[in-house]
């Protein structure tokens, strides 16, 4: 079913907008949450949530893309969970290893929260000066937290490509950071 | 920024590259499927090929509207060529694809703009009049100014001195004990330097190309070292120990009082939120040390948009006790680089041709914003979404003299004498290989305007502008490259490992002359790159041991290459020094800061002497202190041999065989932002926490009197 159908069994308050956001973004939810969490039972229970936020928010909220709205919800509430089973192990940092790739480029950890708006210009902006296949890698290893095997797999690349790609992306990111 | 910032940037990535990237994909539509198109023949084809083009946007109302949009670029006299209009995204209707034309390997090239005709103009329209608002020429903020003798009160800043170490030869807080008898001394001072000579500009920047003047938080006259800190300039006279602050100005408020000028559309909690988002980048001083121009880079939030734009503010520092800001200027975009050639500024910003932008951006001539004319705007590369805007205008003045606006550049810029070069990295795919390459672009300037003169692509990426030297009619470039092949299959067949290549591109054609392509043993990435003259220097490293080359192009047809071999650690910086070769970086670990110098042999290239501490160091350029005549090098370490207080500016002579200590103190600050200069027989330590002036005697730096 199209998007805009979906969307508008949640503005009807229509229940099949579930049924079918599983049908056709479910195997991303849970890939998002699986890659993150490393559980069956943890990340079925964020895909579950991943619905139940949906269902809250949307209306008022109207997705430009339902898919990556799903993602998005899911990838956050993974995070958090993750944040949370990491304090439970007394502070065990149990982040995947792509977030603490991206950490490296924080040009300093401390400082005031910067502003929504201007997040999004920096990583959108960082986004758009990238042809769309370093983009693609990109994304897939810090947003969708895929394994470097599985990026070169789907790009049609070796790992080491992968690797040099990813490093000199996020030298070009920590320099795109300073800027703002 | 923070750790929490960073995940909720990533949640704020728009949908559409998240889609792009999207590793899972949906159920299959037949319709949609591009290989099942092809198969269908190009009967199917056409039909599905009007059934988007004519019908879809019949269907959804949406003709009229390419039509306006077309309309409205036409008579802005900003018209791309637009060979053809789809709808782009079927969730809002309102965002349009424009195609300029095909990229190398086929695929259409595209920028995004919304419709004139919908929700958009008004937006942008208000915008613009923010912007507008925020220019005006002689804007004079005198009553923002505070005295720069009450500021000197109120001020936090610490100012220490030779004498100023307590019995534990610690430095003591001298600021109060100064600030009771500044004001007297610095009156008297002052009246003195009155009578003084013409003040006459002095370089403090290591430049890349001598005559291209380099912005940096400090800068010098042959009487002042003005010293930007964060928002506040200061100014301190060179007089050895008894050098003092004479003037200072914050920027803080006349840069709200800009803001909140253009800002009289916007109330509540949004103008809470814009104050102080900006960051002051670097100043340069004028010829005639009259003026300082300061480069903010700011921006305005508006509804749901960020727009970021450059302010640069011109301050009249002719008399130090009476600073005040002479023109205010704001431009398009975010802040990427800028030089100063004599009285002109040359700013380079970024500006994201995005959904809810106008794909054509803007600049103000003194008048108001206006569209770049087509004429100013060289599509070029058209391989991502982003224009590289470059700007000339006078330094005091502000005046516009000249805009241009690049897609799809941007990555680094290197200024030469004449040429401006903007670069693009992208990936190059064909049905044999995949790899980055890197399209570089010569902008010609020295008449005045930007004249485009072509392009060059070469394999690789460059590891920053230093990896670029024009010399002798040619462009010279260091890459690395890396990449993959397939094969008949489409399969990976196997990744040539990464390599160092070096280009020698012909001025005048913009085509390769000569190469020497993976010069560097396999698997290596180019870590440092410095020319000089007729040579190249380049260090490449695989993990924590590297090789230096020099590569000698005194005859472009027959170049000449000769390296050290693989010796421990590696260079993040080469810098020519004298007759040698200096490397700065890192020996066998992270935390191990290394000098070494490397000379030419009739065989090869040997490693003169090397100094390595158990440190980490200063990694911007800017930061190191470079006099080759003396063989001085200085810059801020944090010396972990050293435990209460390991965060020291050290001072190193070489003297063609050793490196001396000339200079070991204890600093305080980031060390990025130290700066060091010597002025006769002081040496002057900046930092954004403290100022010092030590004293080195001349023989300690080798000078026989």
Redesign the interface.
């Known amino acids: 079913m199209d ?2 159908k979906i969307i508008e069994l949640y503005f009807s308050r229509d229940e099949k907008a579930i049924e079918h956001t599983s ?2 973004y479910g ?2 939810c849970y ?1 998002v949450a699986y890659n993150i969490l490393k559980s069956q039972e943890d990340s079925e229970e964020c895909v579950n949530d991943t619905y139940i936020r949906l269902w809250e928010t949307i209306p008022p909220t ?4 339902l ?3 799903s ?2 919800i899911t ?2 509430l993974s ?1 958090d969970k993750c944040k949370e089973k990491g304090a439970q192990k007394r502070g065990e940092n149990d982040a995947p290893p792509s ?1 603490e790739e ?2 490296a480029c ?6 005031e ?13 960082f ?10 890698i ?3 290893r ?3 937290m ?1 394994e470097i095997k ?1 990026i070169a797999k ?1 790009n ?3 790992e ?2 992968v690797k ?2 990813l490093s ?1 992306l996020r030298e ?1 990111f920590k320099k795109h ?1 300073e ?2 | ?24 994909k ?2 299959a539509n037949i319709w949609a499927s591009r290989s099942l198109f092809m198969k269908l023949g190009s009967i199917a084809a056409c039909f599905l090929l009007v059934l988007n083009i004519v019908l879809l946007p019949l269907l959804f109302g949406l003709g009229n509207k390419i039509e306006d949009m077309e309309n409205a670029l036409n008579e802005k006299s900003a018209q791309l060529d637009i060979i053809s209009d789809t709808v782009n ?4 209707q309102n965002y349009y694809e424009l195609h300029l034309g095909e990229n190398k390997d086929g695929t259409p090239s595209t920028i995004l703009v919304s419709s004139p005709s919908t929700q958009f103009p008004q937006q942008y329209q208000d915008i613009i009049d923010l912007l507008k608002d925020g220019y005006s020429e002689g804007f004079i903020v005198d009553e923002e100014l505070e005295d720069a003798w009450e500021n000197l009160e109120n001020s936090q800043d610490t100012i220490f001195d030779e004498s100023a170490k307590d019995e534990n030869g610690h430095w003591e807080d001298m600021s109060d004990k100064l600030e009771e008898d500044l004001s007297d001394k610095a009156e008297a001072d002052m009246s003195d330097k009155t009578e003084d000579a013409e003040d006459s500009y002095k370089e403090t920047t290591d430049l890349q190309t001598k005559g291209v003047i380099e912005g940096d938080i400090i800068k010098r006259s042959n009487k002042y070292i003005f010293h930007l800190n964060g928002s506040t300039l200061n100014i301190y006279s060179i007089d050895g120990k008894f050098s003092e602050r004479v003037g200072t100005i914050k920027l803080n408020s006349a840069l709200e009082y800009i803001k909140n000028g253009v800002d009289v559309k916007v109330t509540g909690d949004e103008l809470e ?1 814009m104050k102080e ?1 900006y ?1 002051v980048r670097e100043m340069y001083l004028s010829c005639d040390c009259k003026t300082v121009s300061i480069i903010v ?1 700011d ?1 305005l ?1 508006f509804g ?3 727009v ?1 734009y450059v302010t640069i503010l011109s301050v009249s520092v002719e008399d130090p006790s009476d600073i005040y800001i002479k023109n205010v200027s704001t431009l398009f975009g ?3 680089e800028s030089r100063m050639i004599e009285n002109e500024l040359f700013v380079f910003t ?1 500006h ?1 041709a ?1 959904m809810d932008y106008l794909a054509i951006p803007q600049y103000s001539d003194g008048e108001g914003f206006k569209l770049f004319d087509k004429e100013n705007i060289h599509v070029g590369g058209r ?4 224009y590289l805007l470059a700007y000339r205008m006078n330094d005091s003045t502000l005046k516009m003299n000249k805009a241009s606006a690049f897609l799809s550049y ?2 680094d810029i290197y200024v030469s004498e004449n040429n401006i070069y903007l670069t693009n ?3 190059q ?1 064909t049905a044999e290989e ?1 790899n ?1 390459v890197t399209e570089i672009l010569r902008v010609e300037y020295n008449k005045g305007g930007f004249e485009n003169k072509g392009s060059v692509v070469i394999d690789g ?1 460059l590891k920053d502008r230093y990896s670029l030297s024009e010399y002798d009619g040619f462009l010279r470039a260091v890459t690395t490259d ?3 092949r ?1 094969d008949e299959n ?3 067949l ?2 040539y ?2 390599n160092a290549n070096l280009y020698i591109v012909e001025l005048e054609s913009m085509q390769v002359y000569n190469s020497l392509i993976r010069f560097a043993p396999d698997g290596e ?1 180019v870590r440092s790159v410095r020319f000089k003259g007729a040579y190249a220097y380049v260090c490449t490293a695989i993990q924590m041991t590297d090789p230096v080359f020099f590569i000698d192009m005194s005859d472009v047809n027959n170049l000449e290459c000769k390296e050290t071999g693989t010796i421990t650690g590696f260079s993040t910086t080469l810098i020519d020094f004298g007759g040698d070769l200096l490397g700065i970086g890192v020996d066998s670990g992270v935390r191990s800061f290394k000098l070494e110098v490397y000379r030419e042999t009739e065989t090869g290239v040997e490693r003169v002497c090397s100094l390595i501490k158990n440190a980490t160091y200063a990694s911007e350029y800017k930061a190191y202190y470079i006099n080759r005549e003396l063989g001085l090098i200085g810059l801020a370490i944090t010396d972990y041999y050293i435990g209460d207080h390991p965060n020291r500016y050290v001072l190193y002579r070489y003297d063609g065989s050793s490196f001396i200590e000339v200079l070991n103190v204890e600093t305080r600050g980031t060390k990025n932002l130290h700066r060091g200069i010597l002025i006769g027989d002081y040496f002057y330590i900046l930092s954004n926490d403290v100022f010092m002036v030590e004293y080195v005697p001349a023989e300690k730096m080798g000078i026989t009197k």
Do not use: W
């Not at chain 1, 929260?113 to 210009?121: F, M, Y």
């Not at chain 1, 986004?127 to 693609?136: F, N």
């Not at chain 2, 391989?383 to 982003?386: G, S, V």
């Open positions: 998007d805009s049908d056709k195997r991303l890939y109207v997705p430009q893309s898919g990556a709205y993602a998005k990838r956050n995070l977030y991206l950490e924080l040009p300093s950890k401390d400082g929260p910067v502003d929504e708006l201007i997040l999004k210009e920096c990583i959108n902006t986004l758009a000066s990238l042809d769309k296949e370093k983009r693609v990109f994304i897939q810090y947003f969708y895929c599985e789907k049609f690349l070796t080491a490509n040099v790609t000199r070009k950071l800027r703002y | 920024m923070r750790k929490d910032d960073l995940n909720k940037m990533l949640s704020l990535v728009d949908d559409k590259y998240l889609d792009e990237a999207s590793p899972v949906k159920k995204n079927p969730h809002t939120k988002d960051a880079s921006g939030s749901s948009a960020y970021p975010s802040y990427v970024k994201y995005r391989d991502n979404n982003t941007g990555d990295e992208k990936t795919k995949k980055t990426y890396n990449g993959v397939y489409g399969d990976v196997y990744q490992s990464s990435t």
